[in-house]
């Protein structure tokens, strides 16, 4: 949003609004980022909602069955928009309580009250009270009377007493509405020293009593870690070892990206009439701003006319390369570091297919964990989805490593990879990455954001821009057609569903009781490695579970990451105690550890 609002400034000197007249009165469209920025967008909470009412039809003996928190959990990460995310879904998810159909008064769906219940219903309750002023004494006449507060007086009369009827029908006192000074109504309760009693029901503000009449969103339970201890939907976080990648990576992705936003400067800046040269951090903001107006508005007649259809293609592939080598294939540790993740899916269906049903064995109908796109593709890909053939060498785009920098500082770093200069600058990356404070505990990670690079920073390319790795190129053909795209893999709502189905009685003497069948963005795929791949893609469940095991060690972050603050690790728990000790010293180190098992 930041990034898009800067535009402003290119746009006033751009001076082709012949061509392009809505340069001529656009303006920033986020005035104020403060609490719109990273937060679930109207139309995300539209998919989440509409996702879950697609999955409820889908599955309905799940989505009927009522509402418990250990039935349903919920999980999600310690970010608002995750949350929200997950608020939005279990709207749709879970059928609304308190289901009065507003526009249906009749007696059949709203009888009235029973004489010798405590009267509830608005109208009701408002003809026995009386407004009074904040200046009007208690032996003030008694003006406005609501309509049959007369006759109301009558009764108690009839009955021996001047006091008039109590609310719930009881002889002794009478409730007065009163109105404070700021003008908010209280409710005083005035009645005989003799006289019996009323209910505490009766002793609350008016509004209090009313009836709800529309239906409401089942209220639903919701658990989460602390950002920097997550290791089960935030491993990104809590793994040094994938954080020094990362910085690695960016550095050299950076200039790799601005390269060939670059590529486009010439085209663009004859285009939009500039009298000054681009930058290509602007190229990044306009395609940004595309993709808003595409994505979200719906509107294509504005920034996504400056690009021809090829640069479009290109742009969109410079981003999943992007995405690729930080999250995906591109390295390992990428995807080994969602171990945890994978284990819970597959702890989660072998507890429901071992439930029988007695006490104690019932296993949770459905867990509904909500993160991001860093916890999705990594997960994906450990699992085997989307993985490009890797192209032969002749087929590399032309020019695709070397248009990150100049071919003569590209040259020099390749020539002195060693140089006093590069080897002090990893260095002084190693010792900020690995710095401890005066105690010896380790200093909190120089994490980048979850969407940062060189231009949401601020920065522009500087003549010694970190090169490529020596001998890399891209895994991803530059074509339109391919695989792996961030379209399909991660596009807003992006969701994965291992879905476990136990086969009707009469099946095939020998058969599996159960398979799995795994979702991605609601369609079926097959799970890769499965080699019993049944009617729908399904897979045997004990096949399932052998395709993972080798990926699902329970000390996979431990190994991956290196111990961290000399605590114990509970076996089983893929290095949370040990995670959450680093995060949070010794104490929160021993709570871990007992809750450990149950998180499992």
């Known amino acids: 949003?930041?990034?898009?609002?800067?535009?402003?400034?290119?746009?006033?000197?751009?001076?082709?609004?012949?061509?392009?007249?809505?340069?001529?009165?656009?303006?920033?469209?986020?005035?104020?980022?403060?609490?719109?920025?990273?937060?679930?967008?109207?139309?995300?909470?539209?998919?989440?909602?509409?996702?879950?009412?697609?999955?409820?039809?889908?599955?309905?003996?799940?989505?009927?069955?009522?509402?418990?928190?250990?039935?349903?959990?919920?999980?999600?990460?310690?970010?608002?928009?995750?949350?929200?995310?997950?608020?939005?879904?279990?709207?749709?998810?879970?059928?609304?309580?308190?289901?009065?159909?507003?526009?249906?008064d009749s007696p059949e769906v709203r009888p009235a009250p029973a004489s010798h219940a405590p009267i509830l219903d608005s109208q009701l309750y408002t003809r026995h009270m009386h407004i009074r002023s904040p200046d009007e004494d208690d032996t003030a006449p008694q003006r406005d009377q609501a309509p049959g507060q007369a006759a109301a007086k009558?009764?108690?009369?009839?009955?021996?007493?001047?006091?008039?009827?109590g609310i719930n029908g009881q002889d002794g006192g009478v409730s007065v509405l009163e109105l404070d000074g700021s003008g908010l109504r209280r409710s005083t309760l005035h009645r005989r020293a003799s006289g019996p009693t009323l209910s505490a029901l009766d002793e609350l503000d008016e509004s209090l009593h009313d009836v709800p009449i529309v239906r409401r969103p089942q209220a639903v339970a919701m658990s989460m870690a602390p950002k920097d201890a997550d290791p089960l939907l935030r491993f990104f976080d809590v793994c040094p070892a994938y954080a020094q990648h990362d910085e690695f990576t960016e550095e050299w992705m950076d200039s790799w990206m601005q390269g060939h936003w670059a590529r486009l400067l010439p085209s663009l800046e004859q285009r939009l009439g500039l009298s000054r040269p681009m930058d290509p951090c602007e190229v990044e903001a306009l395609w940004q701003l595309c993709l808003l107006e595409a994505g979200l508005l719906g509107r294509a007649d504005g920034a996504c006319t400056l690009f021809e259809p090829e640069e479009a293609v290109l742009l969109e592939w410079v981003e999943d390369v992007h995405l690729m080598e930080t999250q995906s294939w591109g390295?390992?540790?990428?995807?080994?570091?969602?171990?945890?993740?994978?284990r819970d899916a597959a702890l989660a269906l072998r507890q429901a297919?071992?439930?029988?049903?007695?006490?104690g064995t019932e296993a949770p109908a459905a867990r509904l964990l909500f993160a991001h796109c860093e916890t999705l593709v990594p997960l994906a890909t450990l699992l085997g989805l989307f993985q490009p053939a890797a192209p032969p060498p002749e087929a590399a785009p032309g020019g695709a490593a070397e248009a990150a920098v100049p071919a003569g500082p590209a040259q020099r770093h390749l020539r002195a990879v060693d140089s006093v200069e590069d080897l002090g600058v990893l260095v002084a990356g190693l010792q900020r990455l690995n710095a401890r404070g005066p105690d010896g505990a380790p200093l909190p990670l120089p994490l980048r954001s979850e969407d940062s690079h060189a231009c949401y920073q601020g920065r522009t390319p500087t003549p010694d821009a970190v090169p490529p790795p020596p001998g890399w190129r891209p895994l991803l053909p530059l074509?339109?057609?391919?695989?792996?795209?961030?379209?399909?893999?991660?596009?807003?709502?992006?969701?994965?569903?291992?879905?476990?189905y136990r086969r009707k009685a009469g099946a095939a003497s020998g058969s599996p009781q159960h398979v799995v069948r795994l979702l991605y963005n609601e369609q079926v795929l097959p799970i890769p490695g499965c080699s019993k791949v049944g009617a729908g893609g399904d897979c045997d469940l004990e096949e399932f579970l052998e395709l993972v095991k080798d990926k699902i060690d329970p000390d996979a972050l431990q190994k991956l990451c290196g111990a961290a603050g000399g605590g114990e690790t509970v076996a089983g728990d893929g290095g949370a105690s040990t995670m959450y000790a680093r995060a949070q010293g010794g104490a929160a180190a021993a709570e871990a550890e007992a809750e450990a098992p149950g998180r499992s």
Do not use: C
Request: glycine share 8%.
């Open 479 to 500: 074509e339109d057609g391919r695989l792996f795209k961030g379209a399909r893999v991660a596009p807003f709502a992006a969701n994965m569903a291992f879905v476990l």
């Open 331 to 342: 390295a390992p540790i990428n995807y080994q570091i969602a171990a945890p993740l994978l």
């Open 154 to 165: 009558a009764g108690s009369a009839a009955n021996g007493n001047g006091n008039g009827n």
């Open 1 to 104: 949003m930041n990034q898009i609002n800067t535009l402003e400034t290119l746009f006033r000197d751009s001076r082709n609004t012949a061509d392009y007249p809505w340069l001529s009165n656009w303006t920033a469209p986020f005035p104020d980022t403060t609490y719109m920025g990273g937060e679930l967008h109207p139309i995300g909470a539209d998919e989440l909602w509409g996702l879950a009412y697609r999955l409820r039809k889908r599955f309905p003996s799940l989505a009927l069955q009522p509402y418990l928190p250990k039935r349903f959990p919920v999980v999600s990460t310690q970010v608002a928009r995750t949350a929200a995310s997950a608020s939005a879904f279990t709207s749709g998810f879970f059928p609304a309580v308190a289901s009065v159909d507003p526009r249906d």
């Open 353 to 359: 297919a071992q439930g029988n049903g007695a006490p």
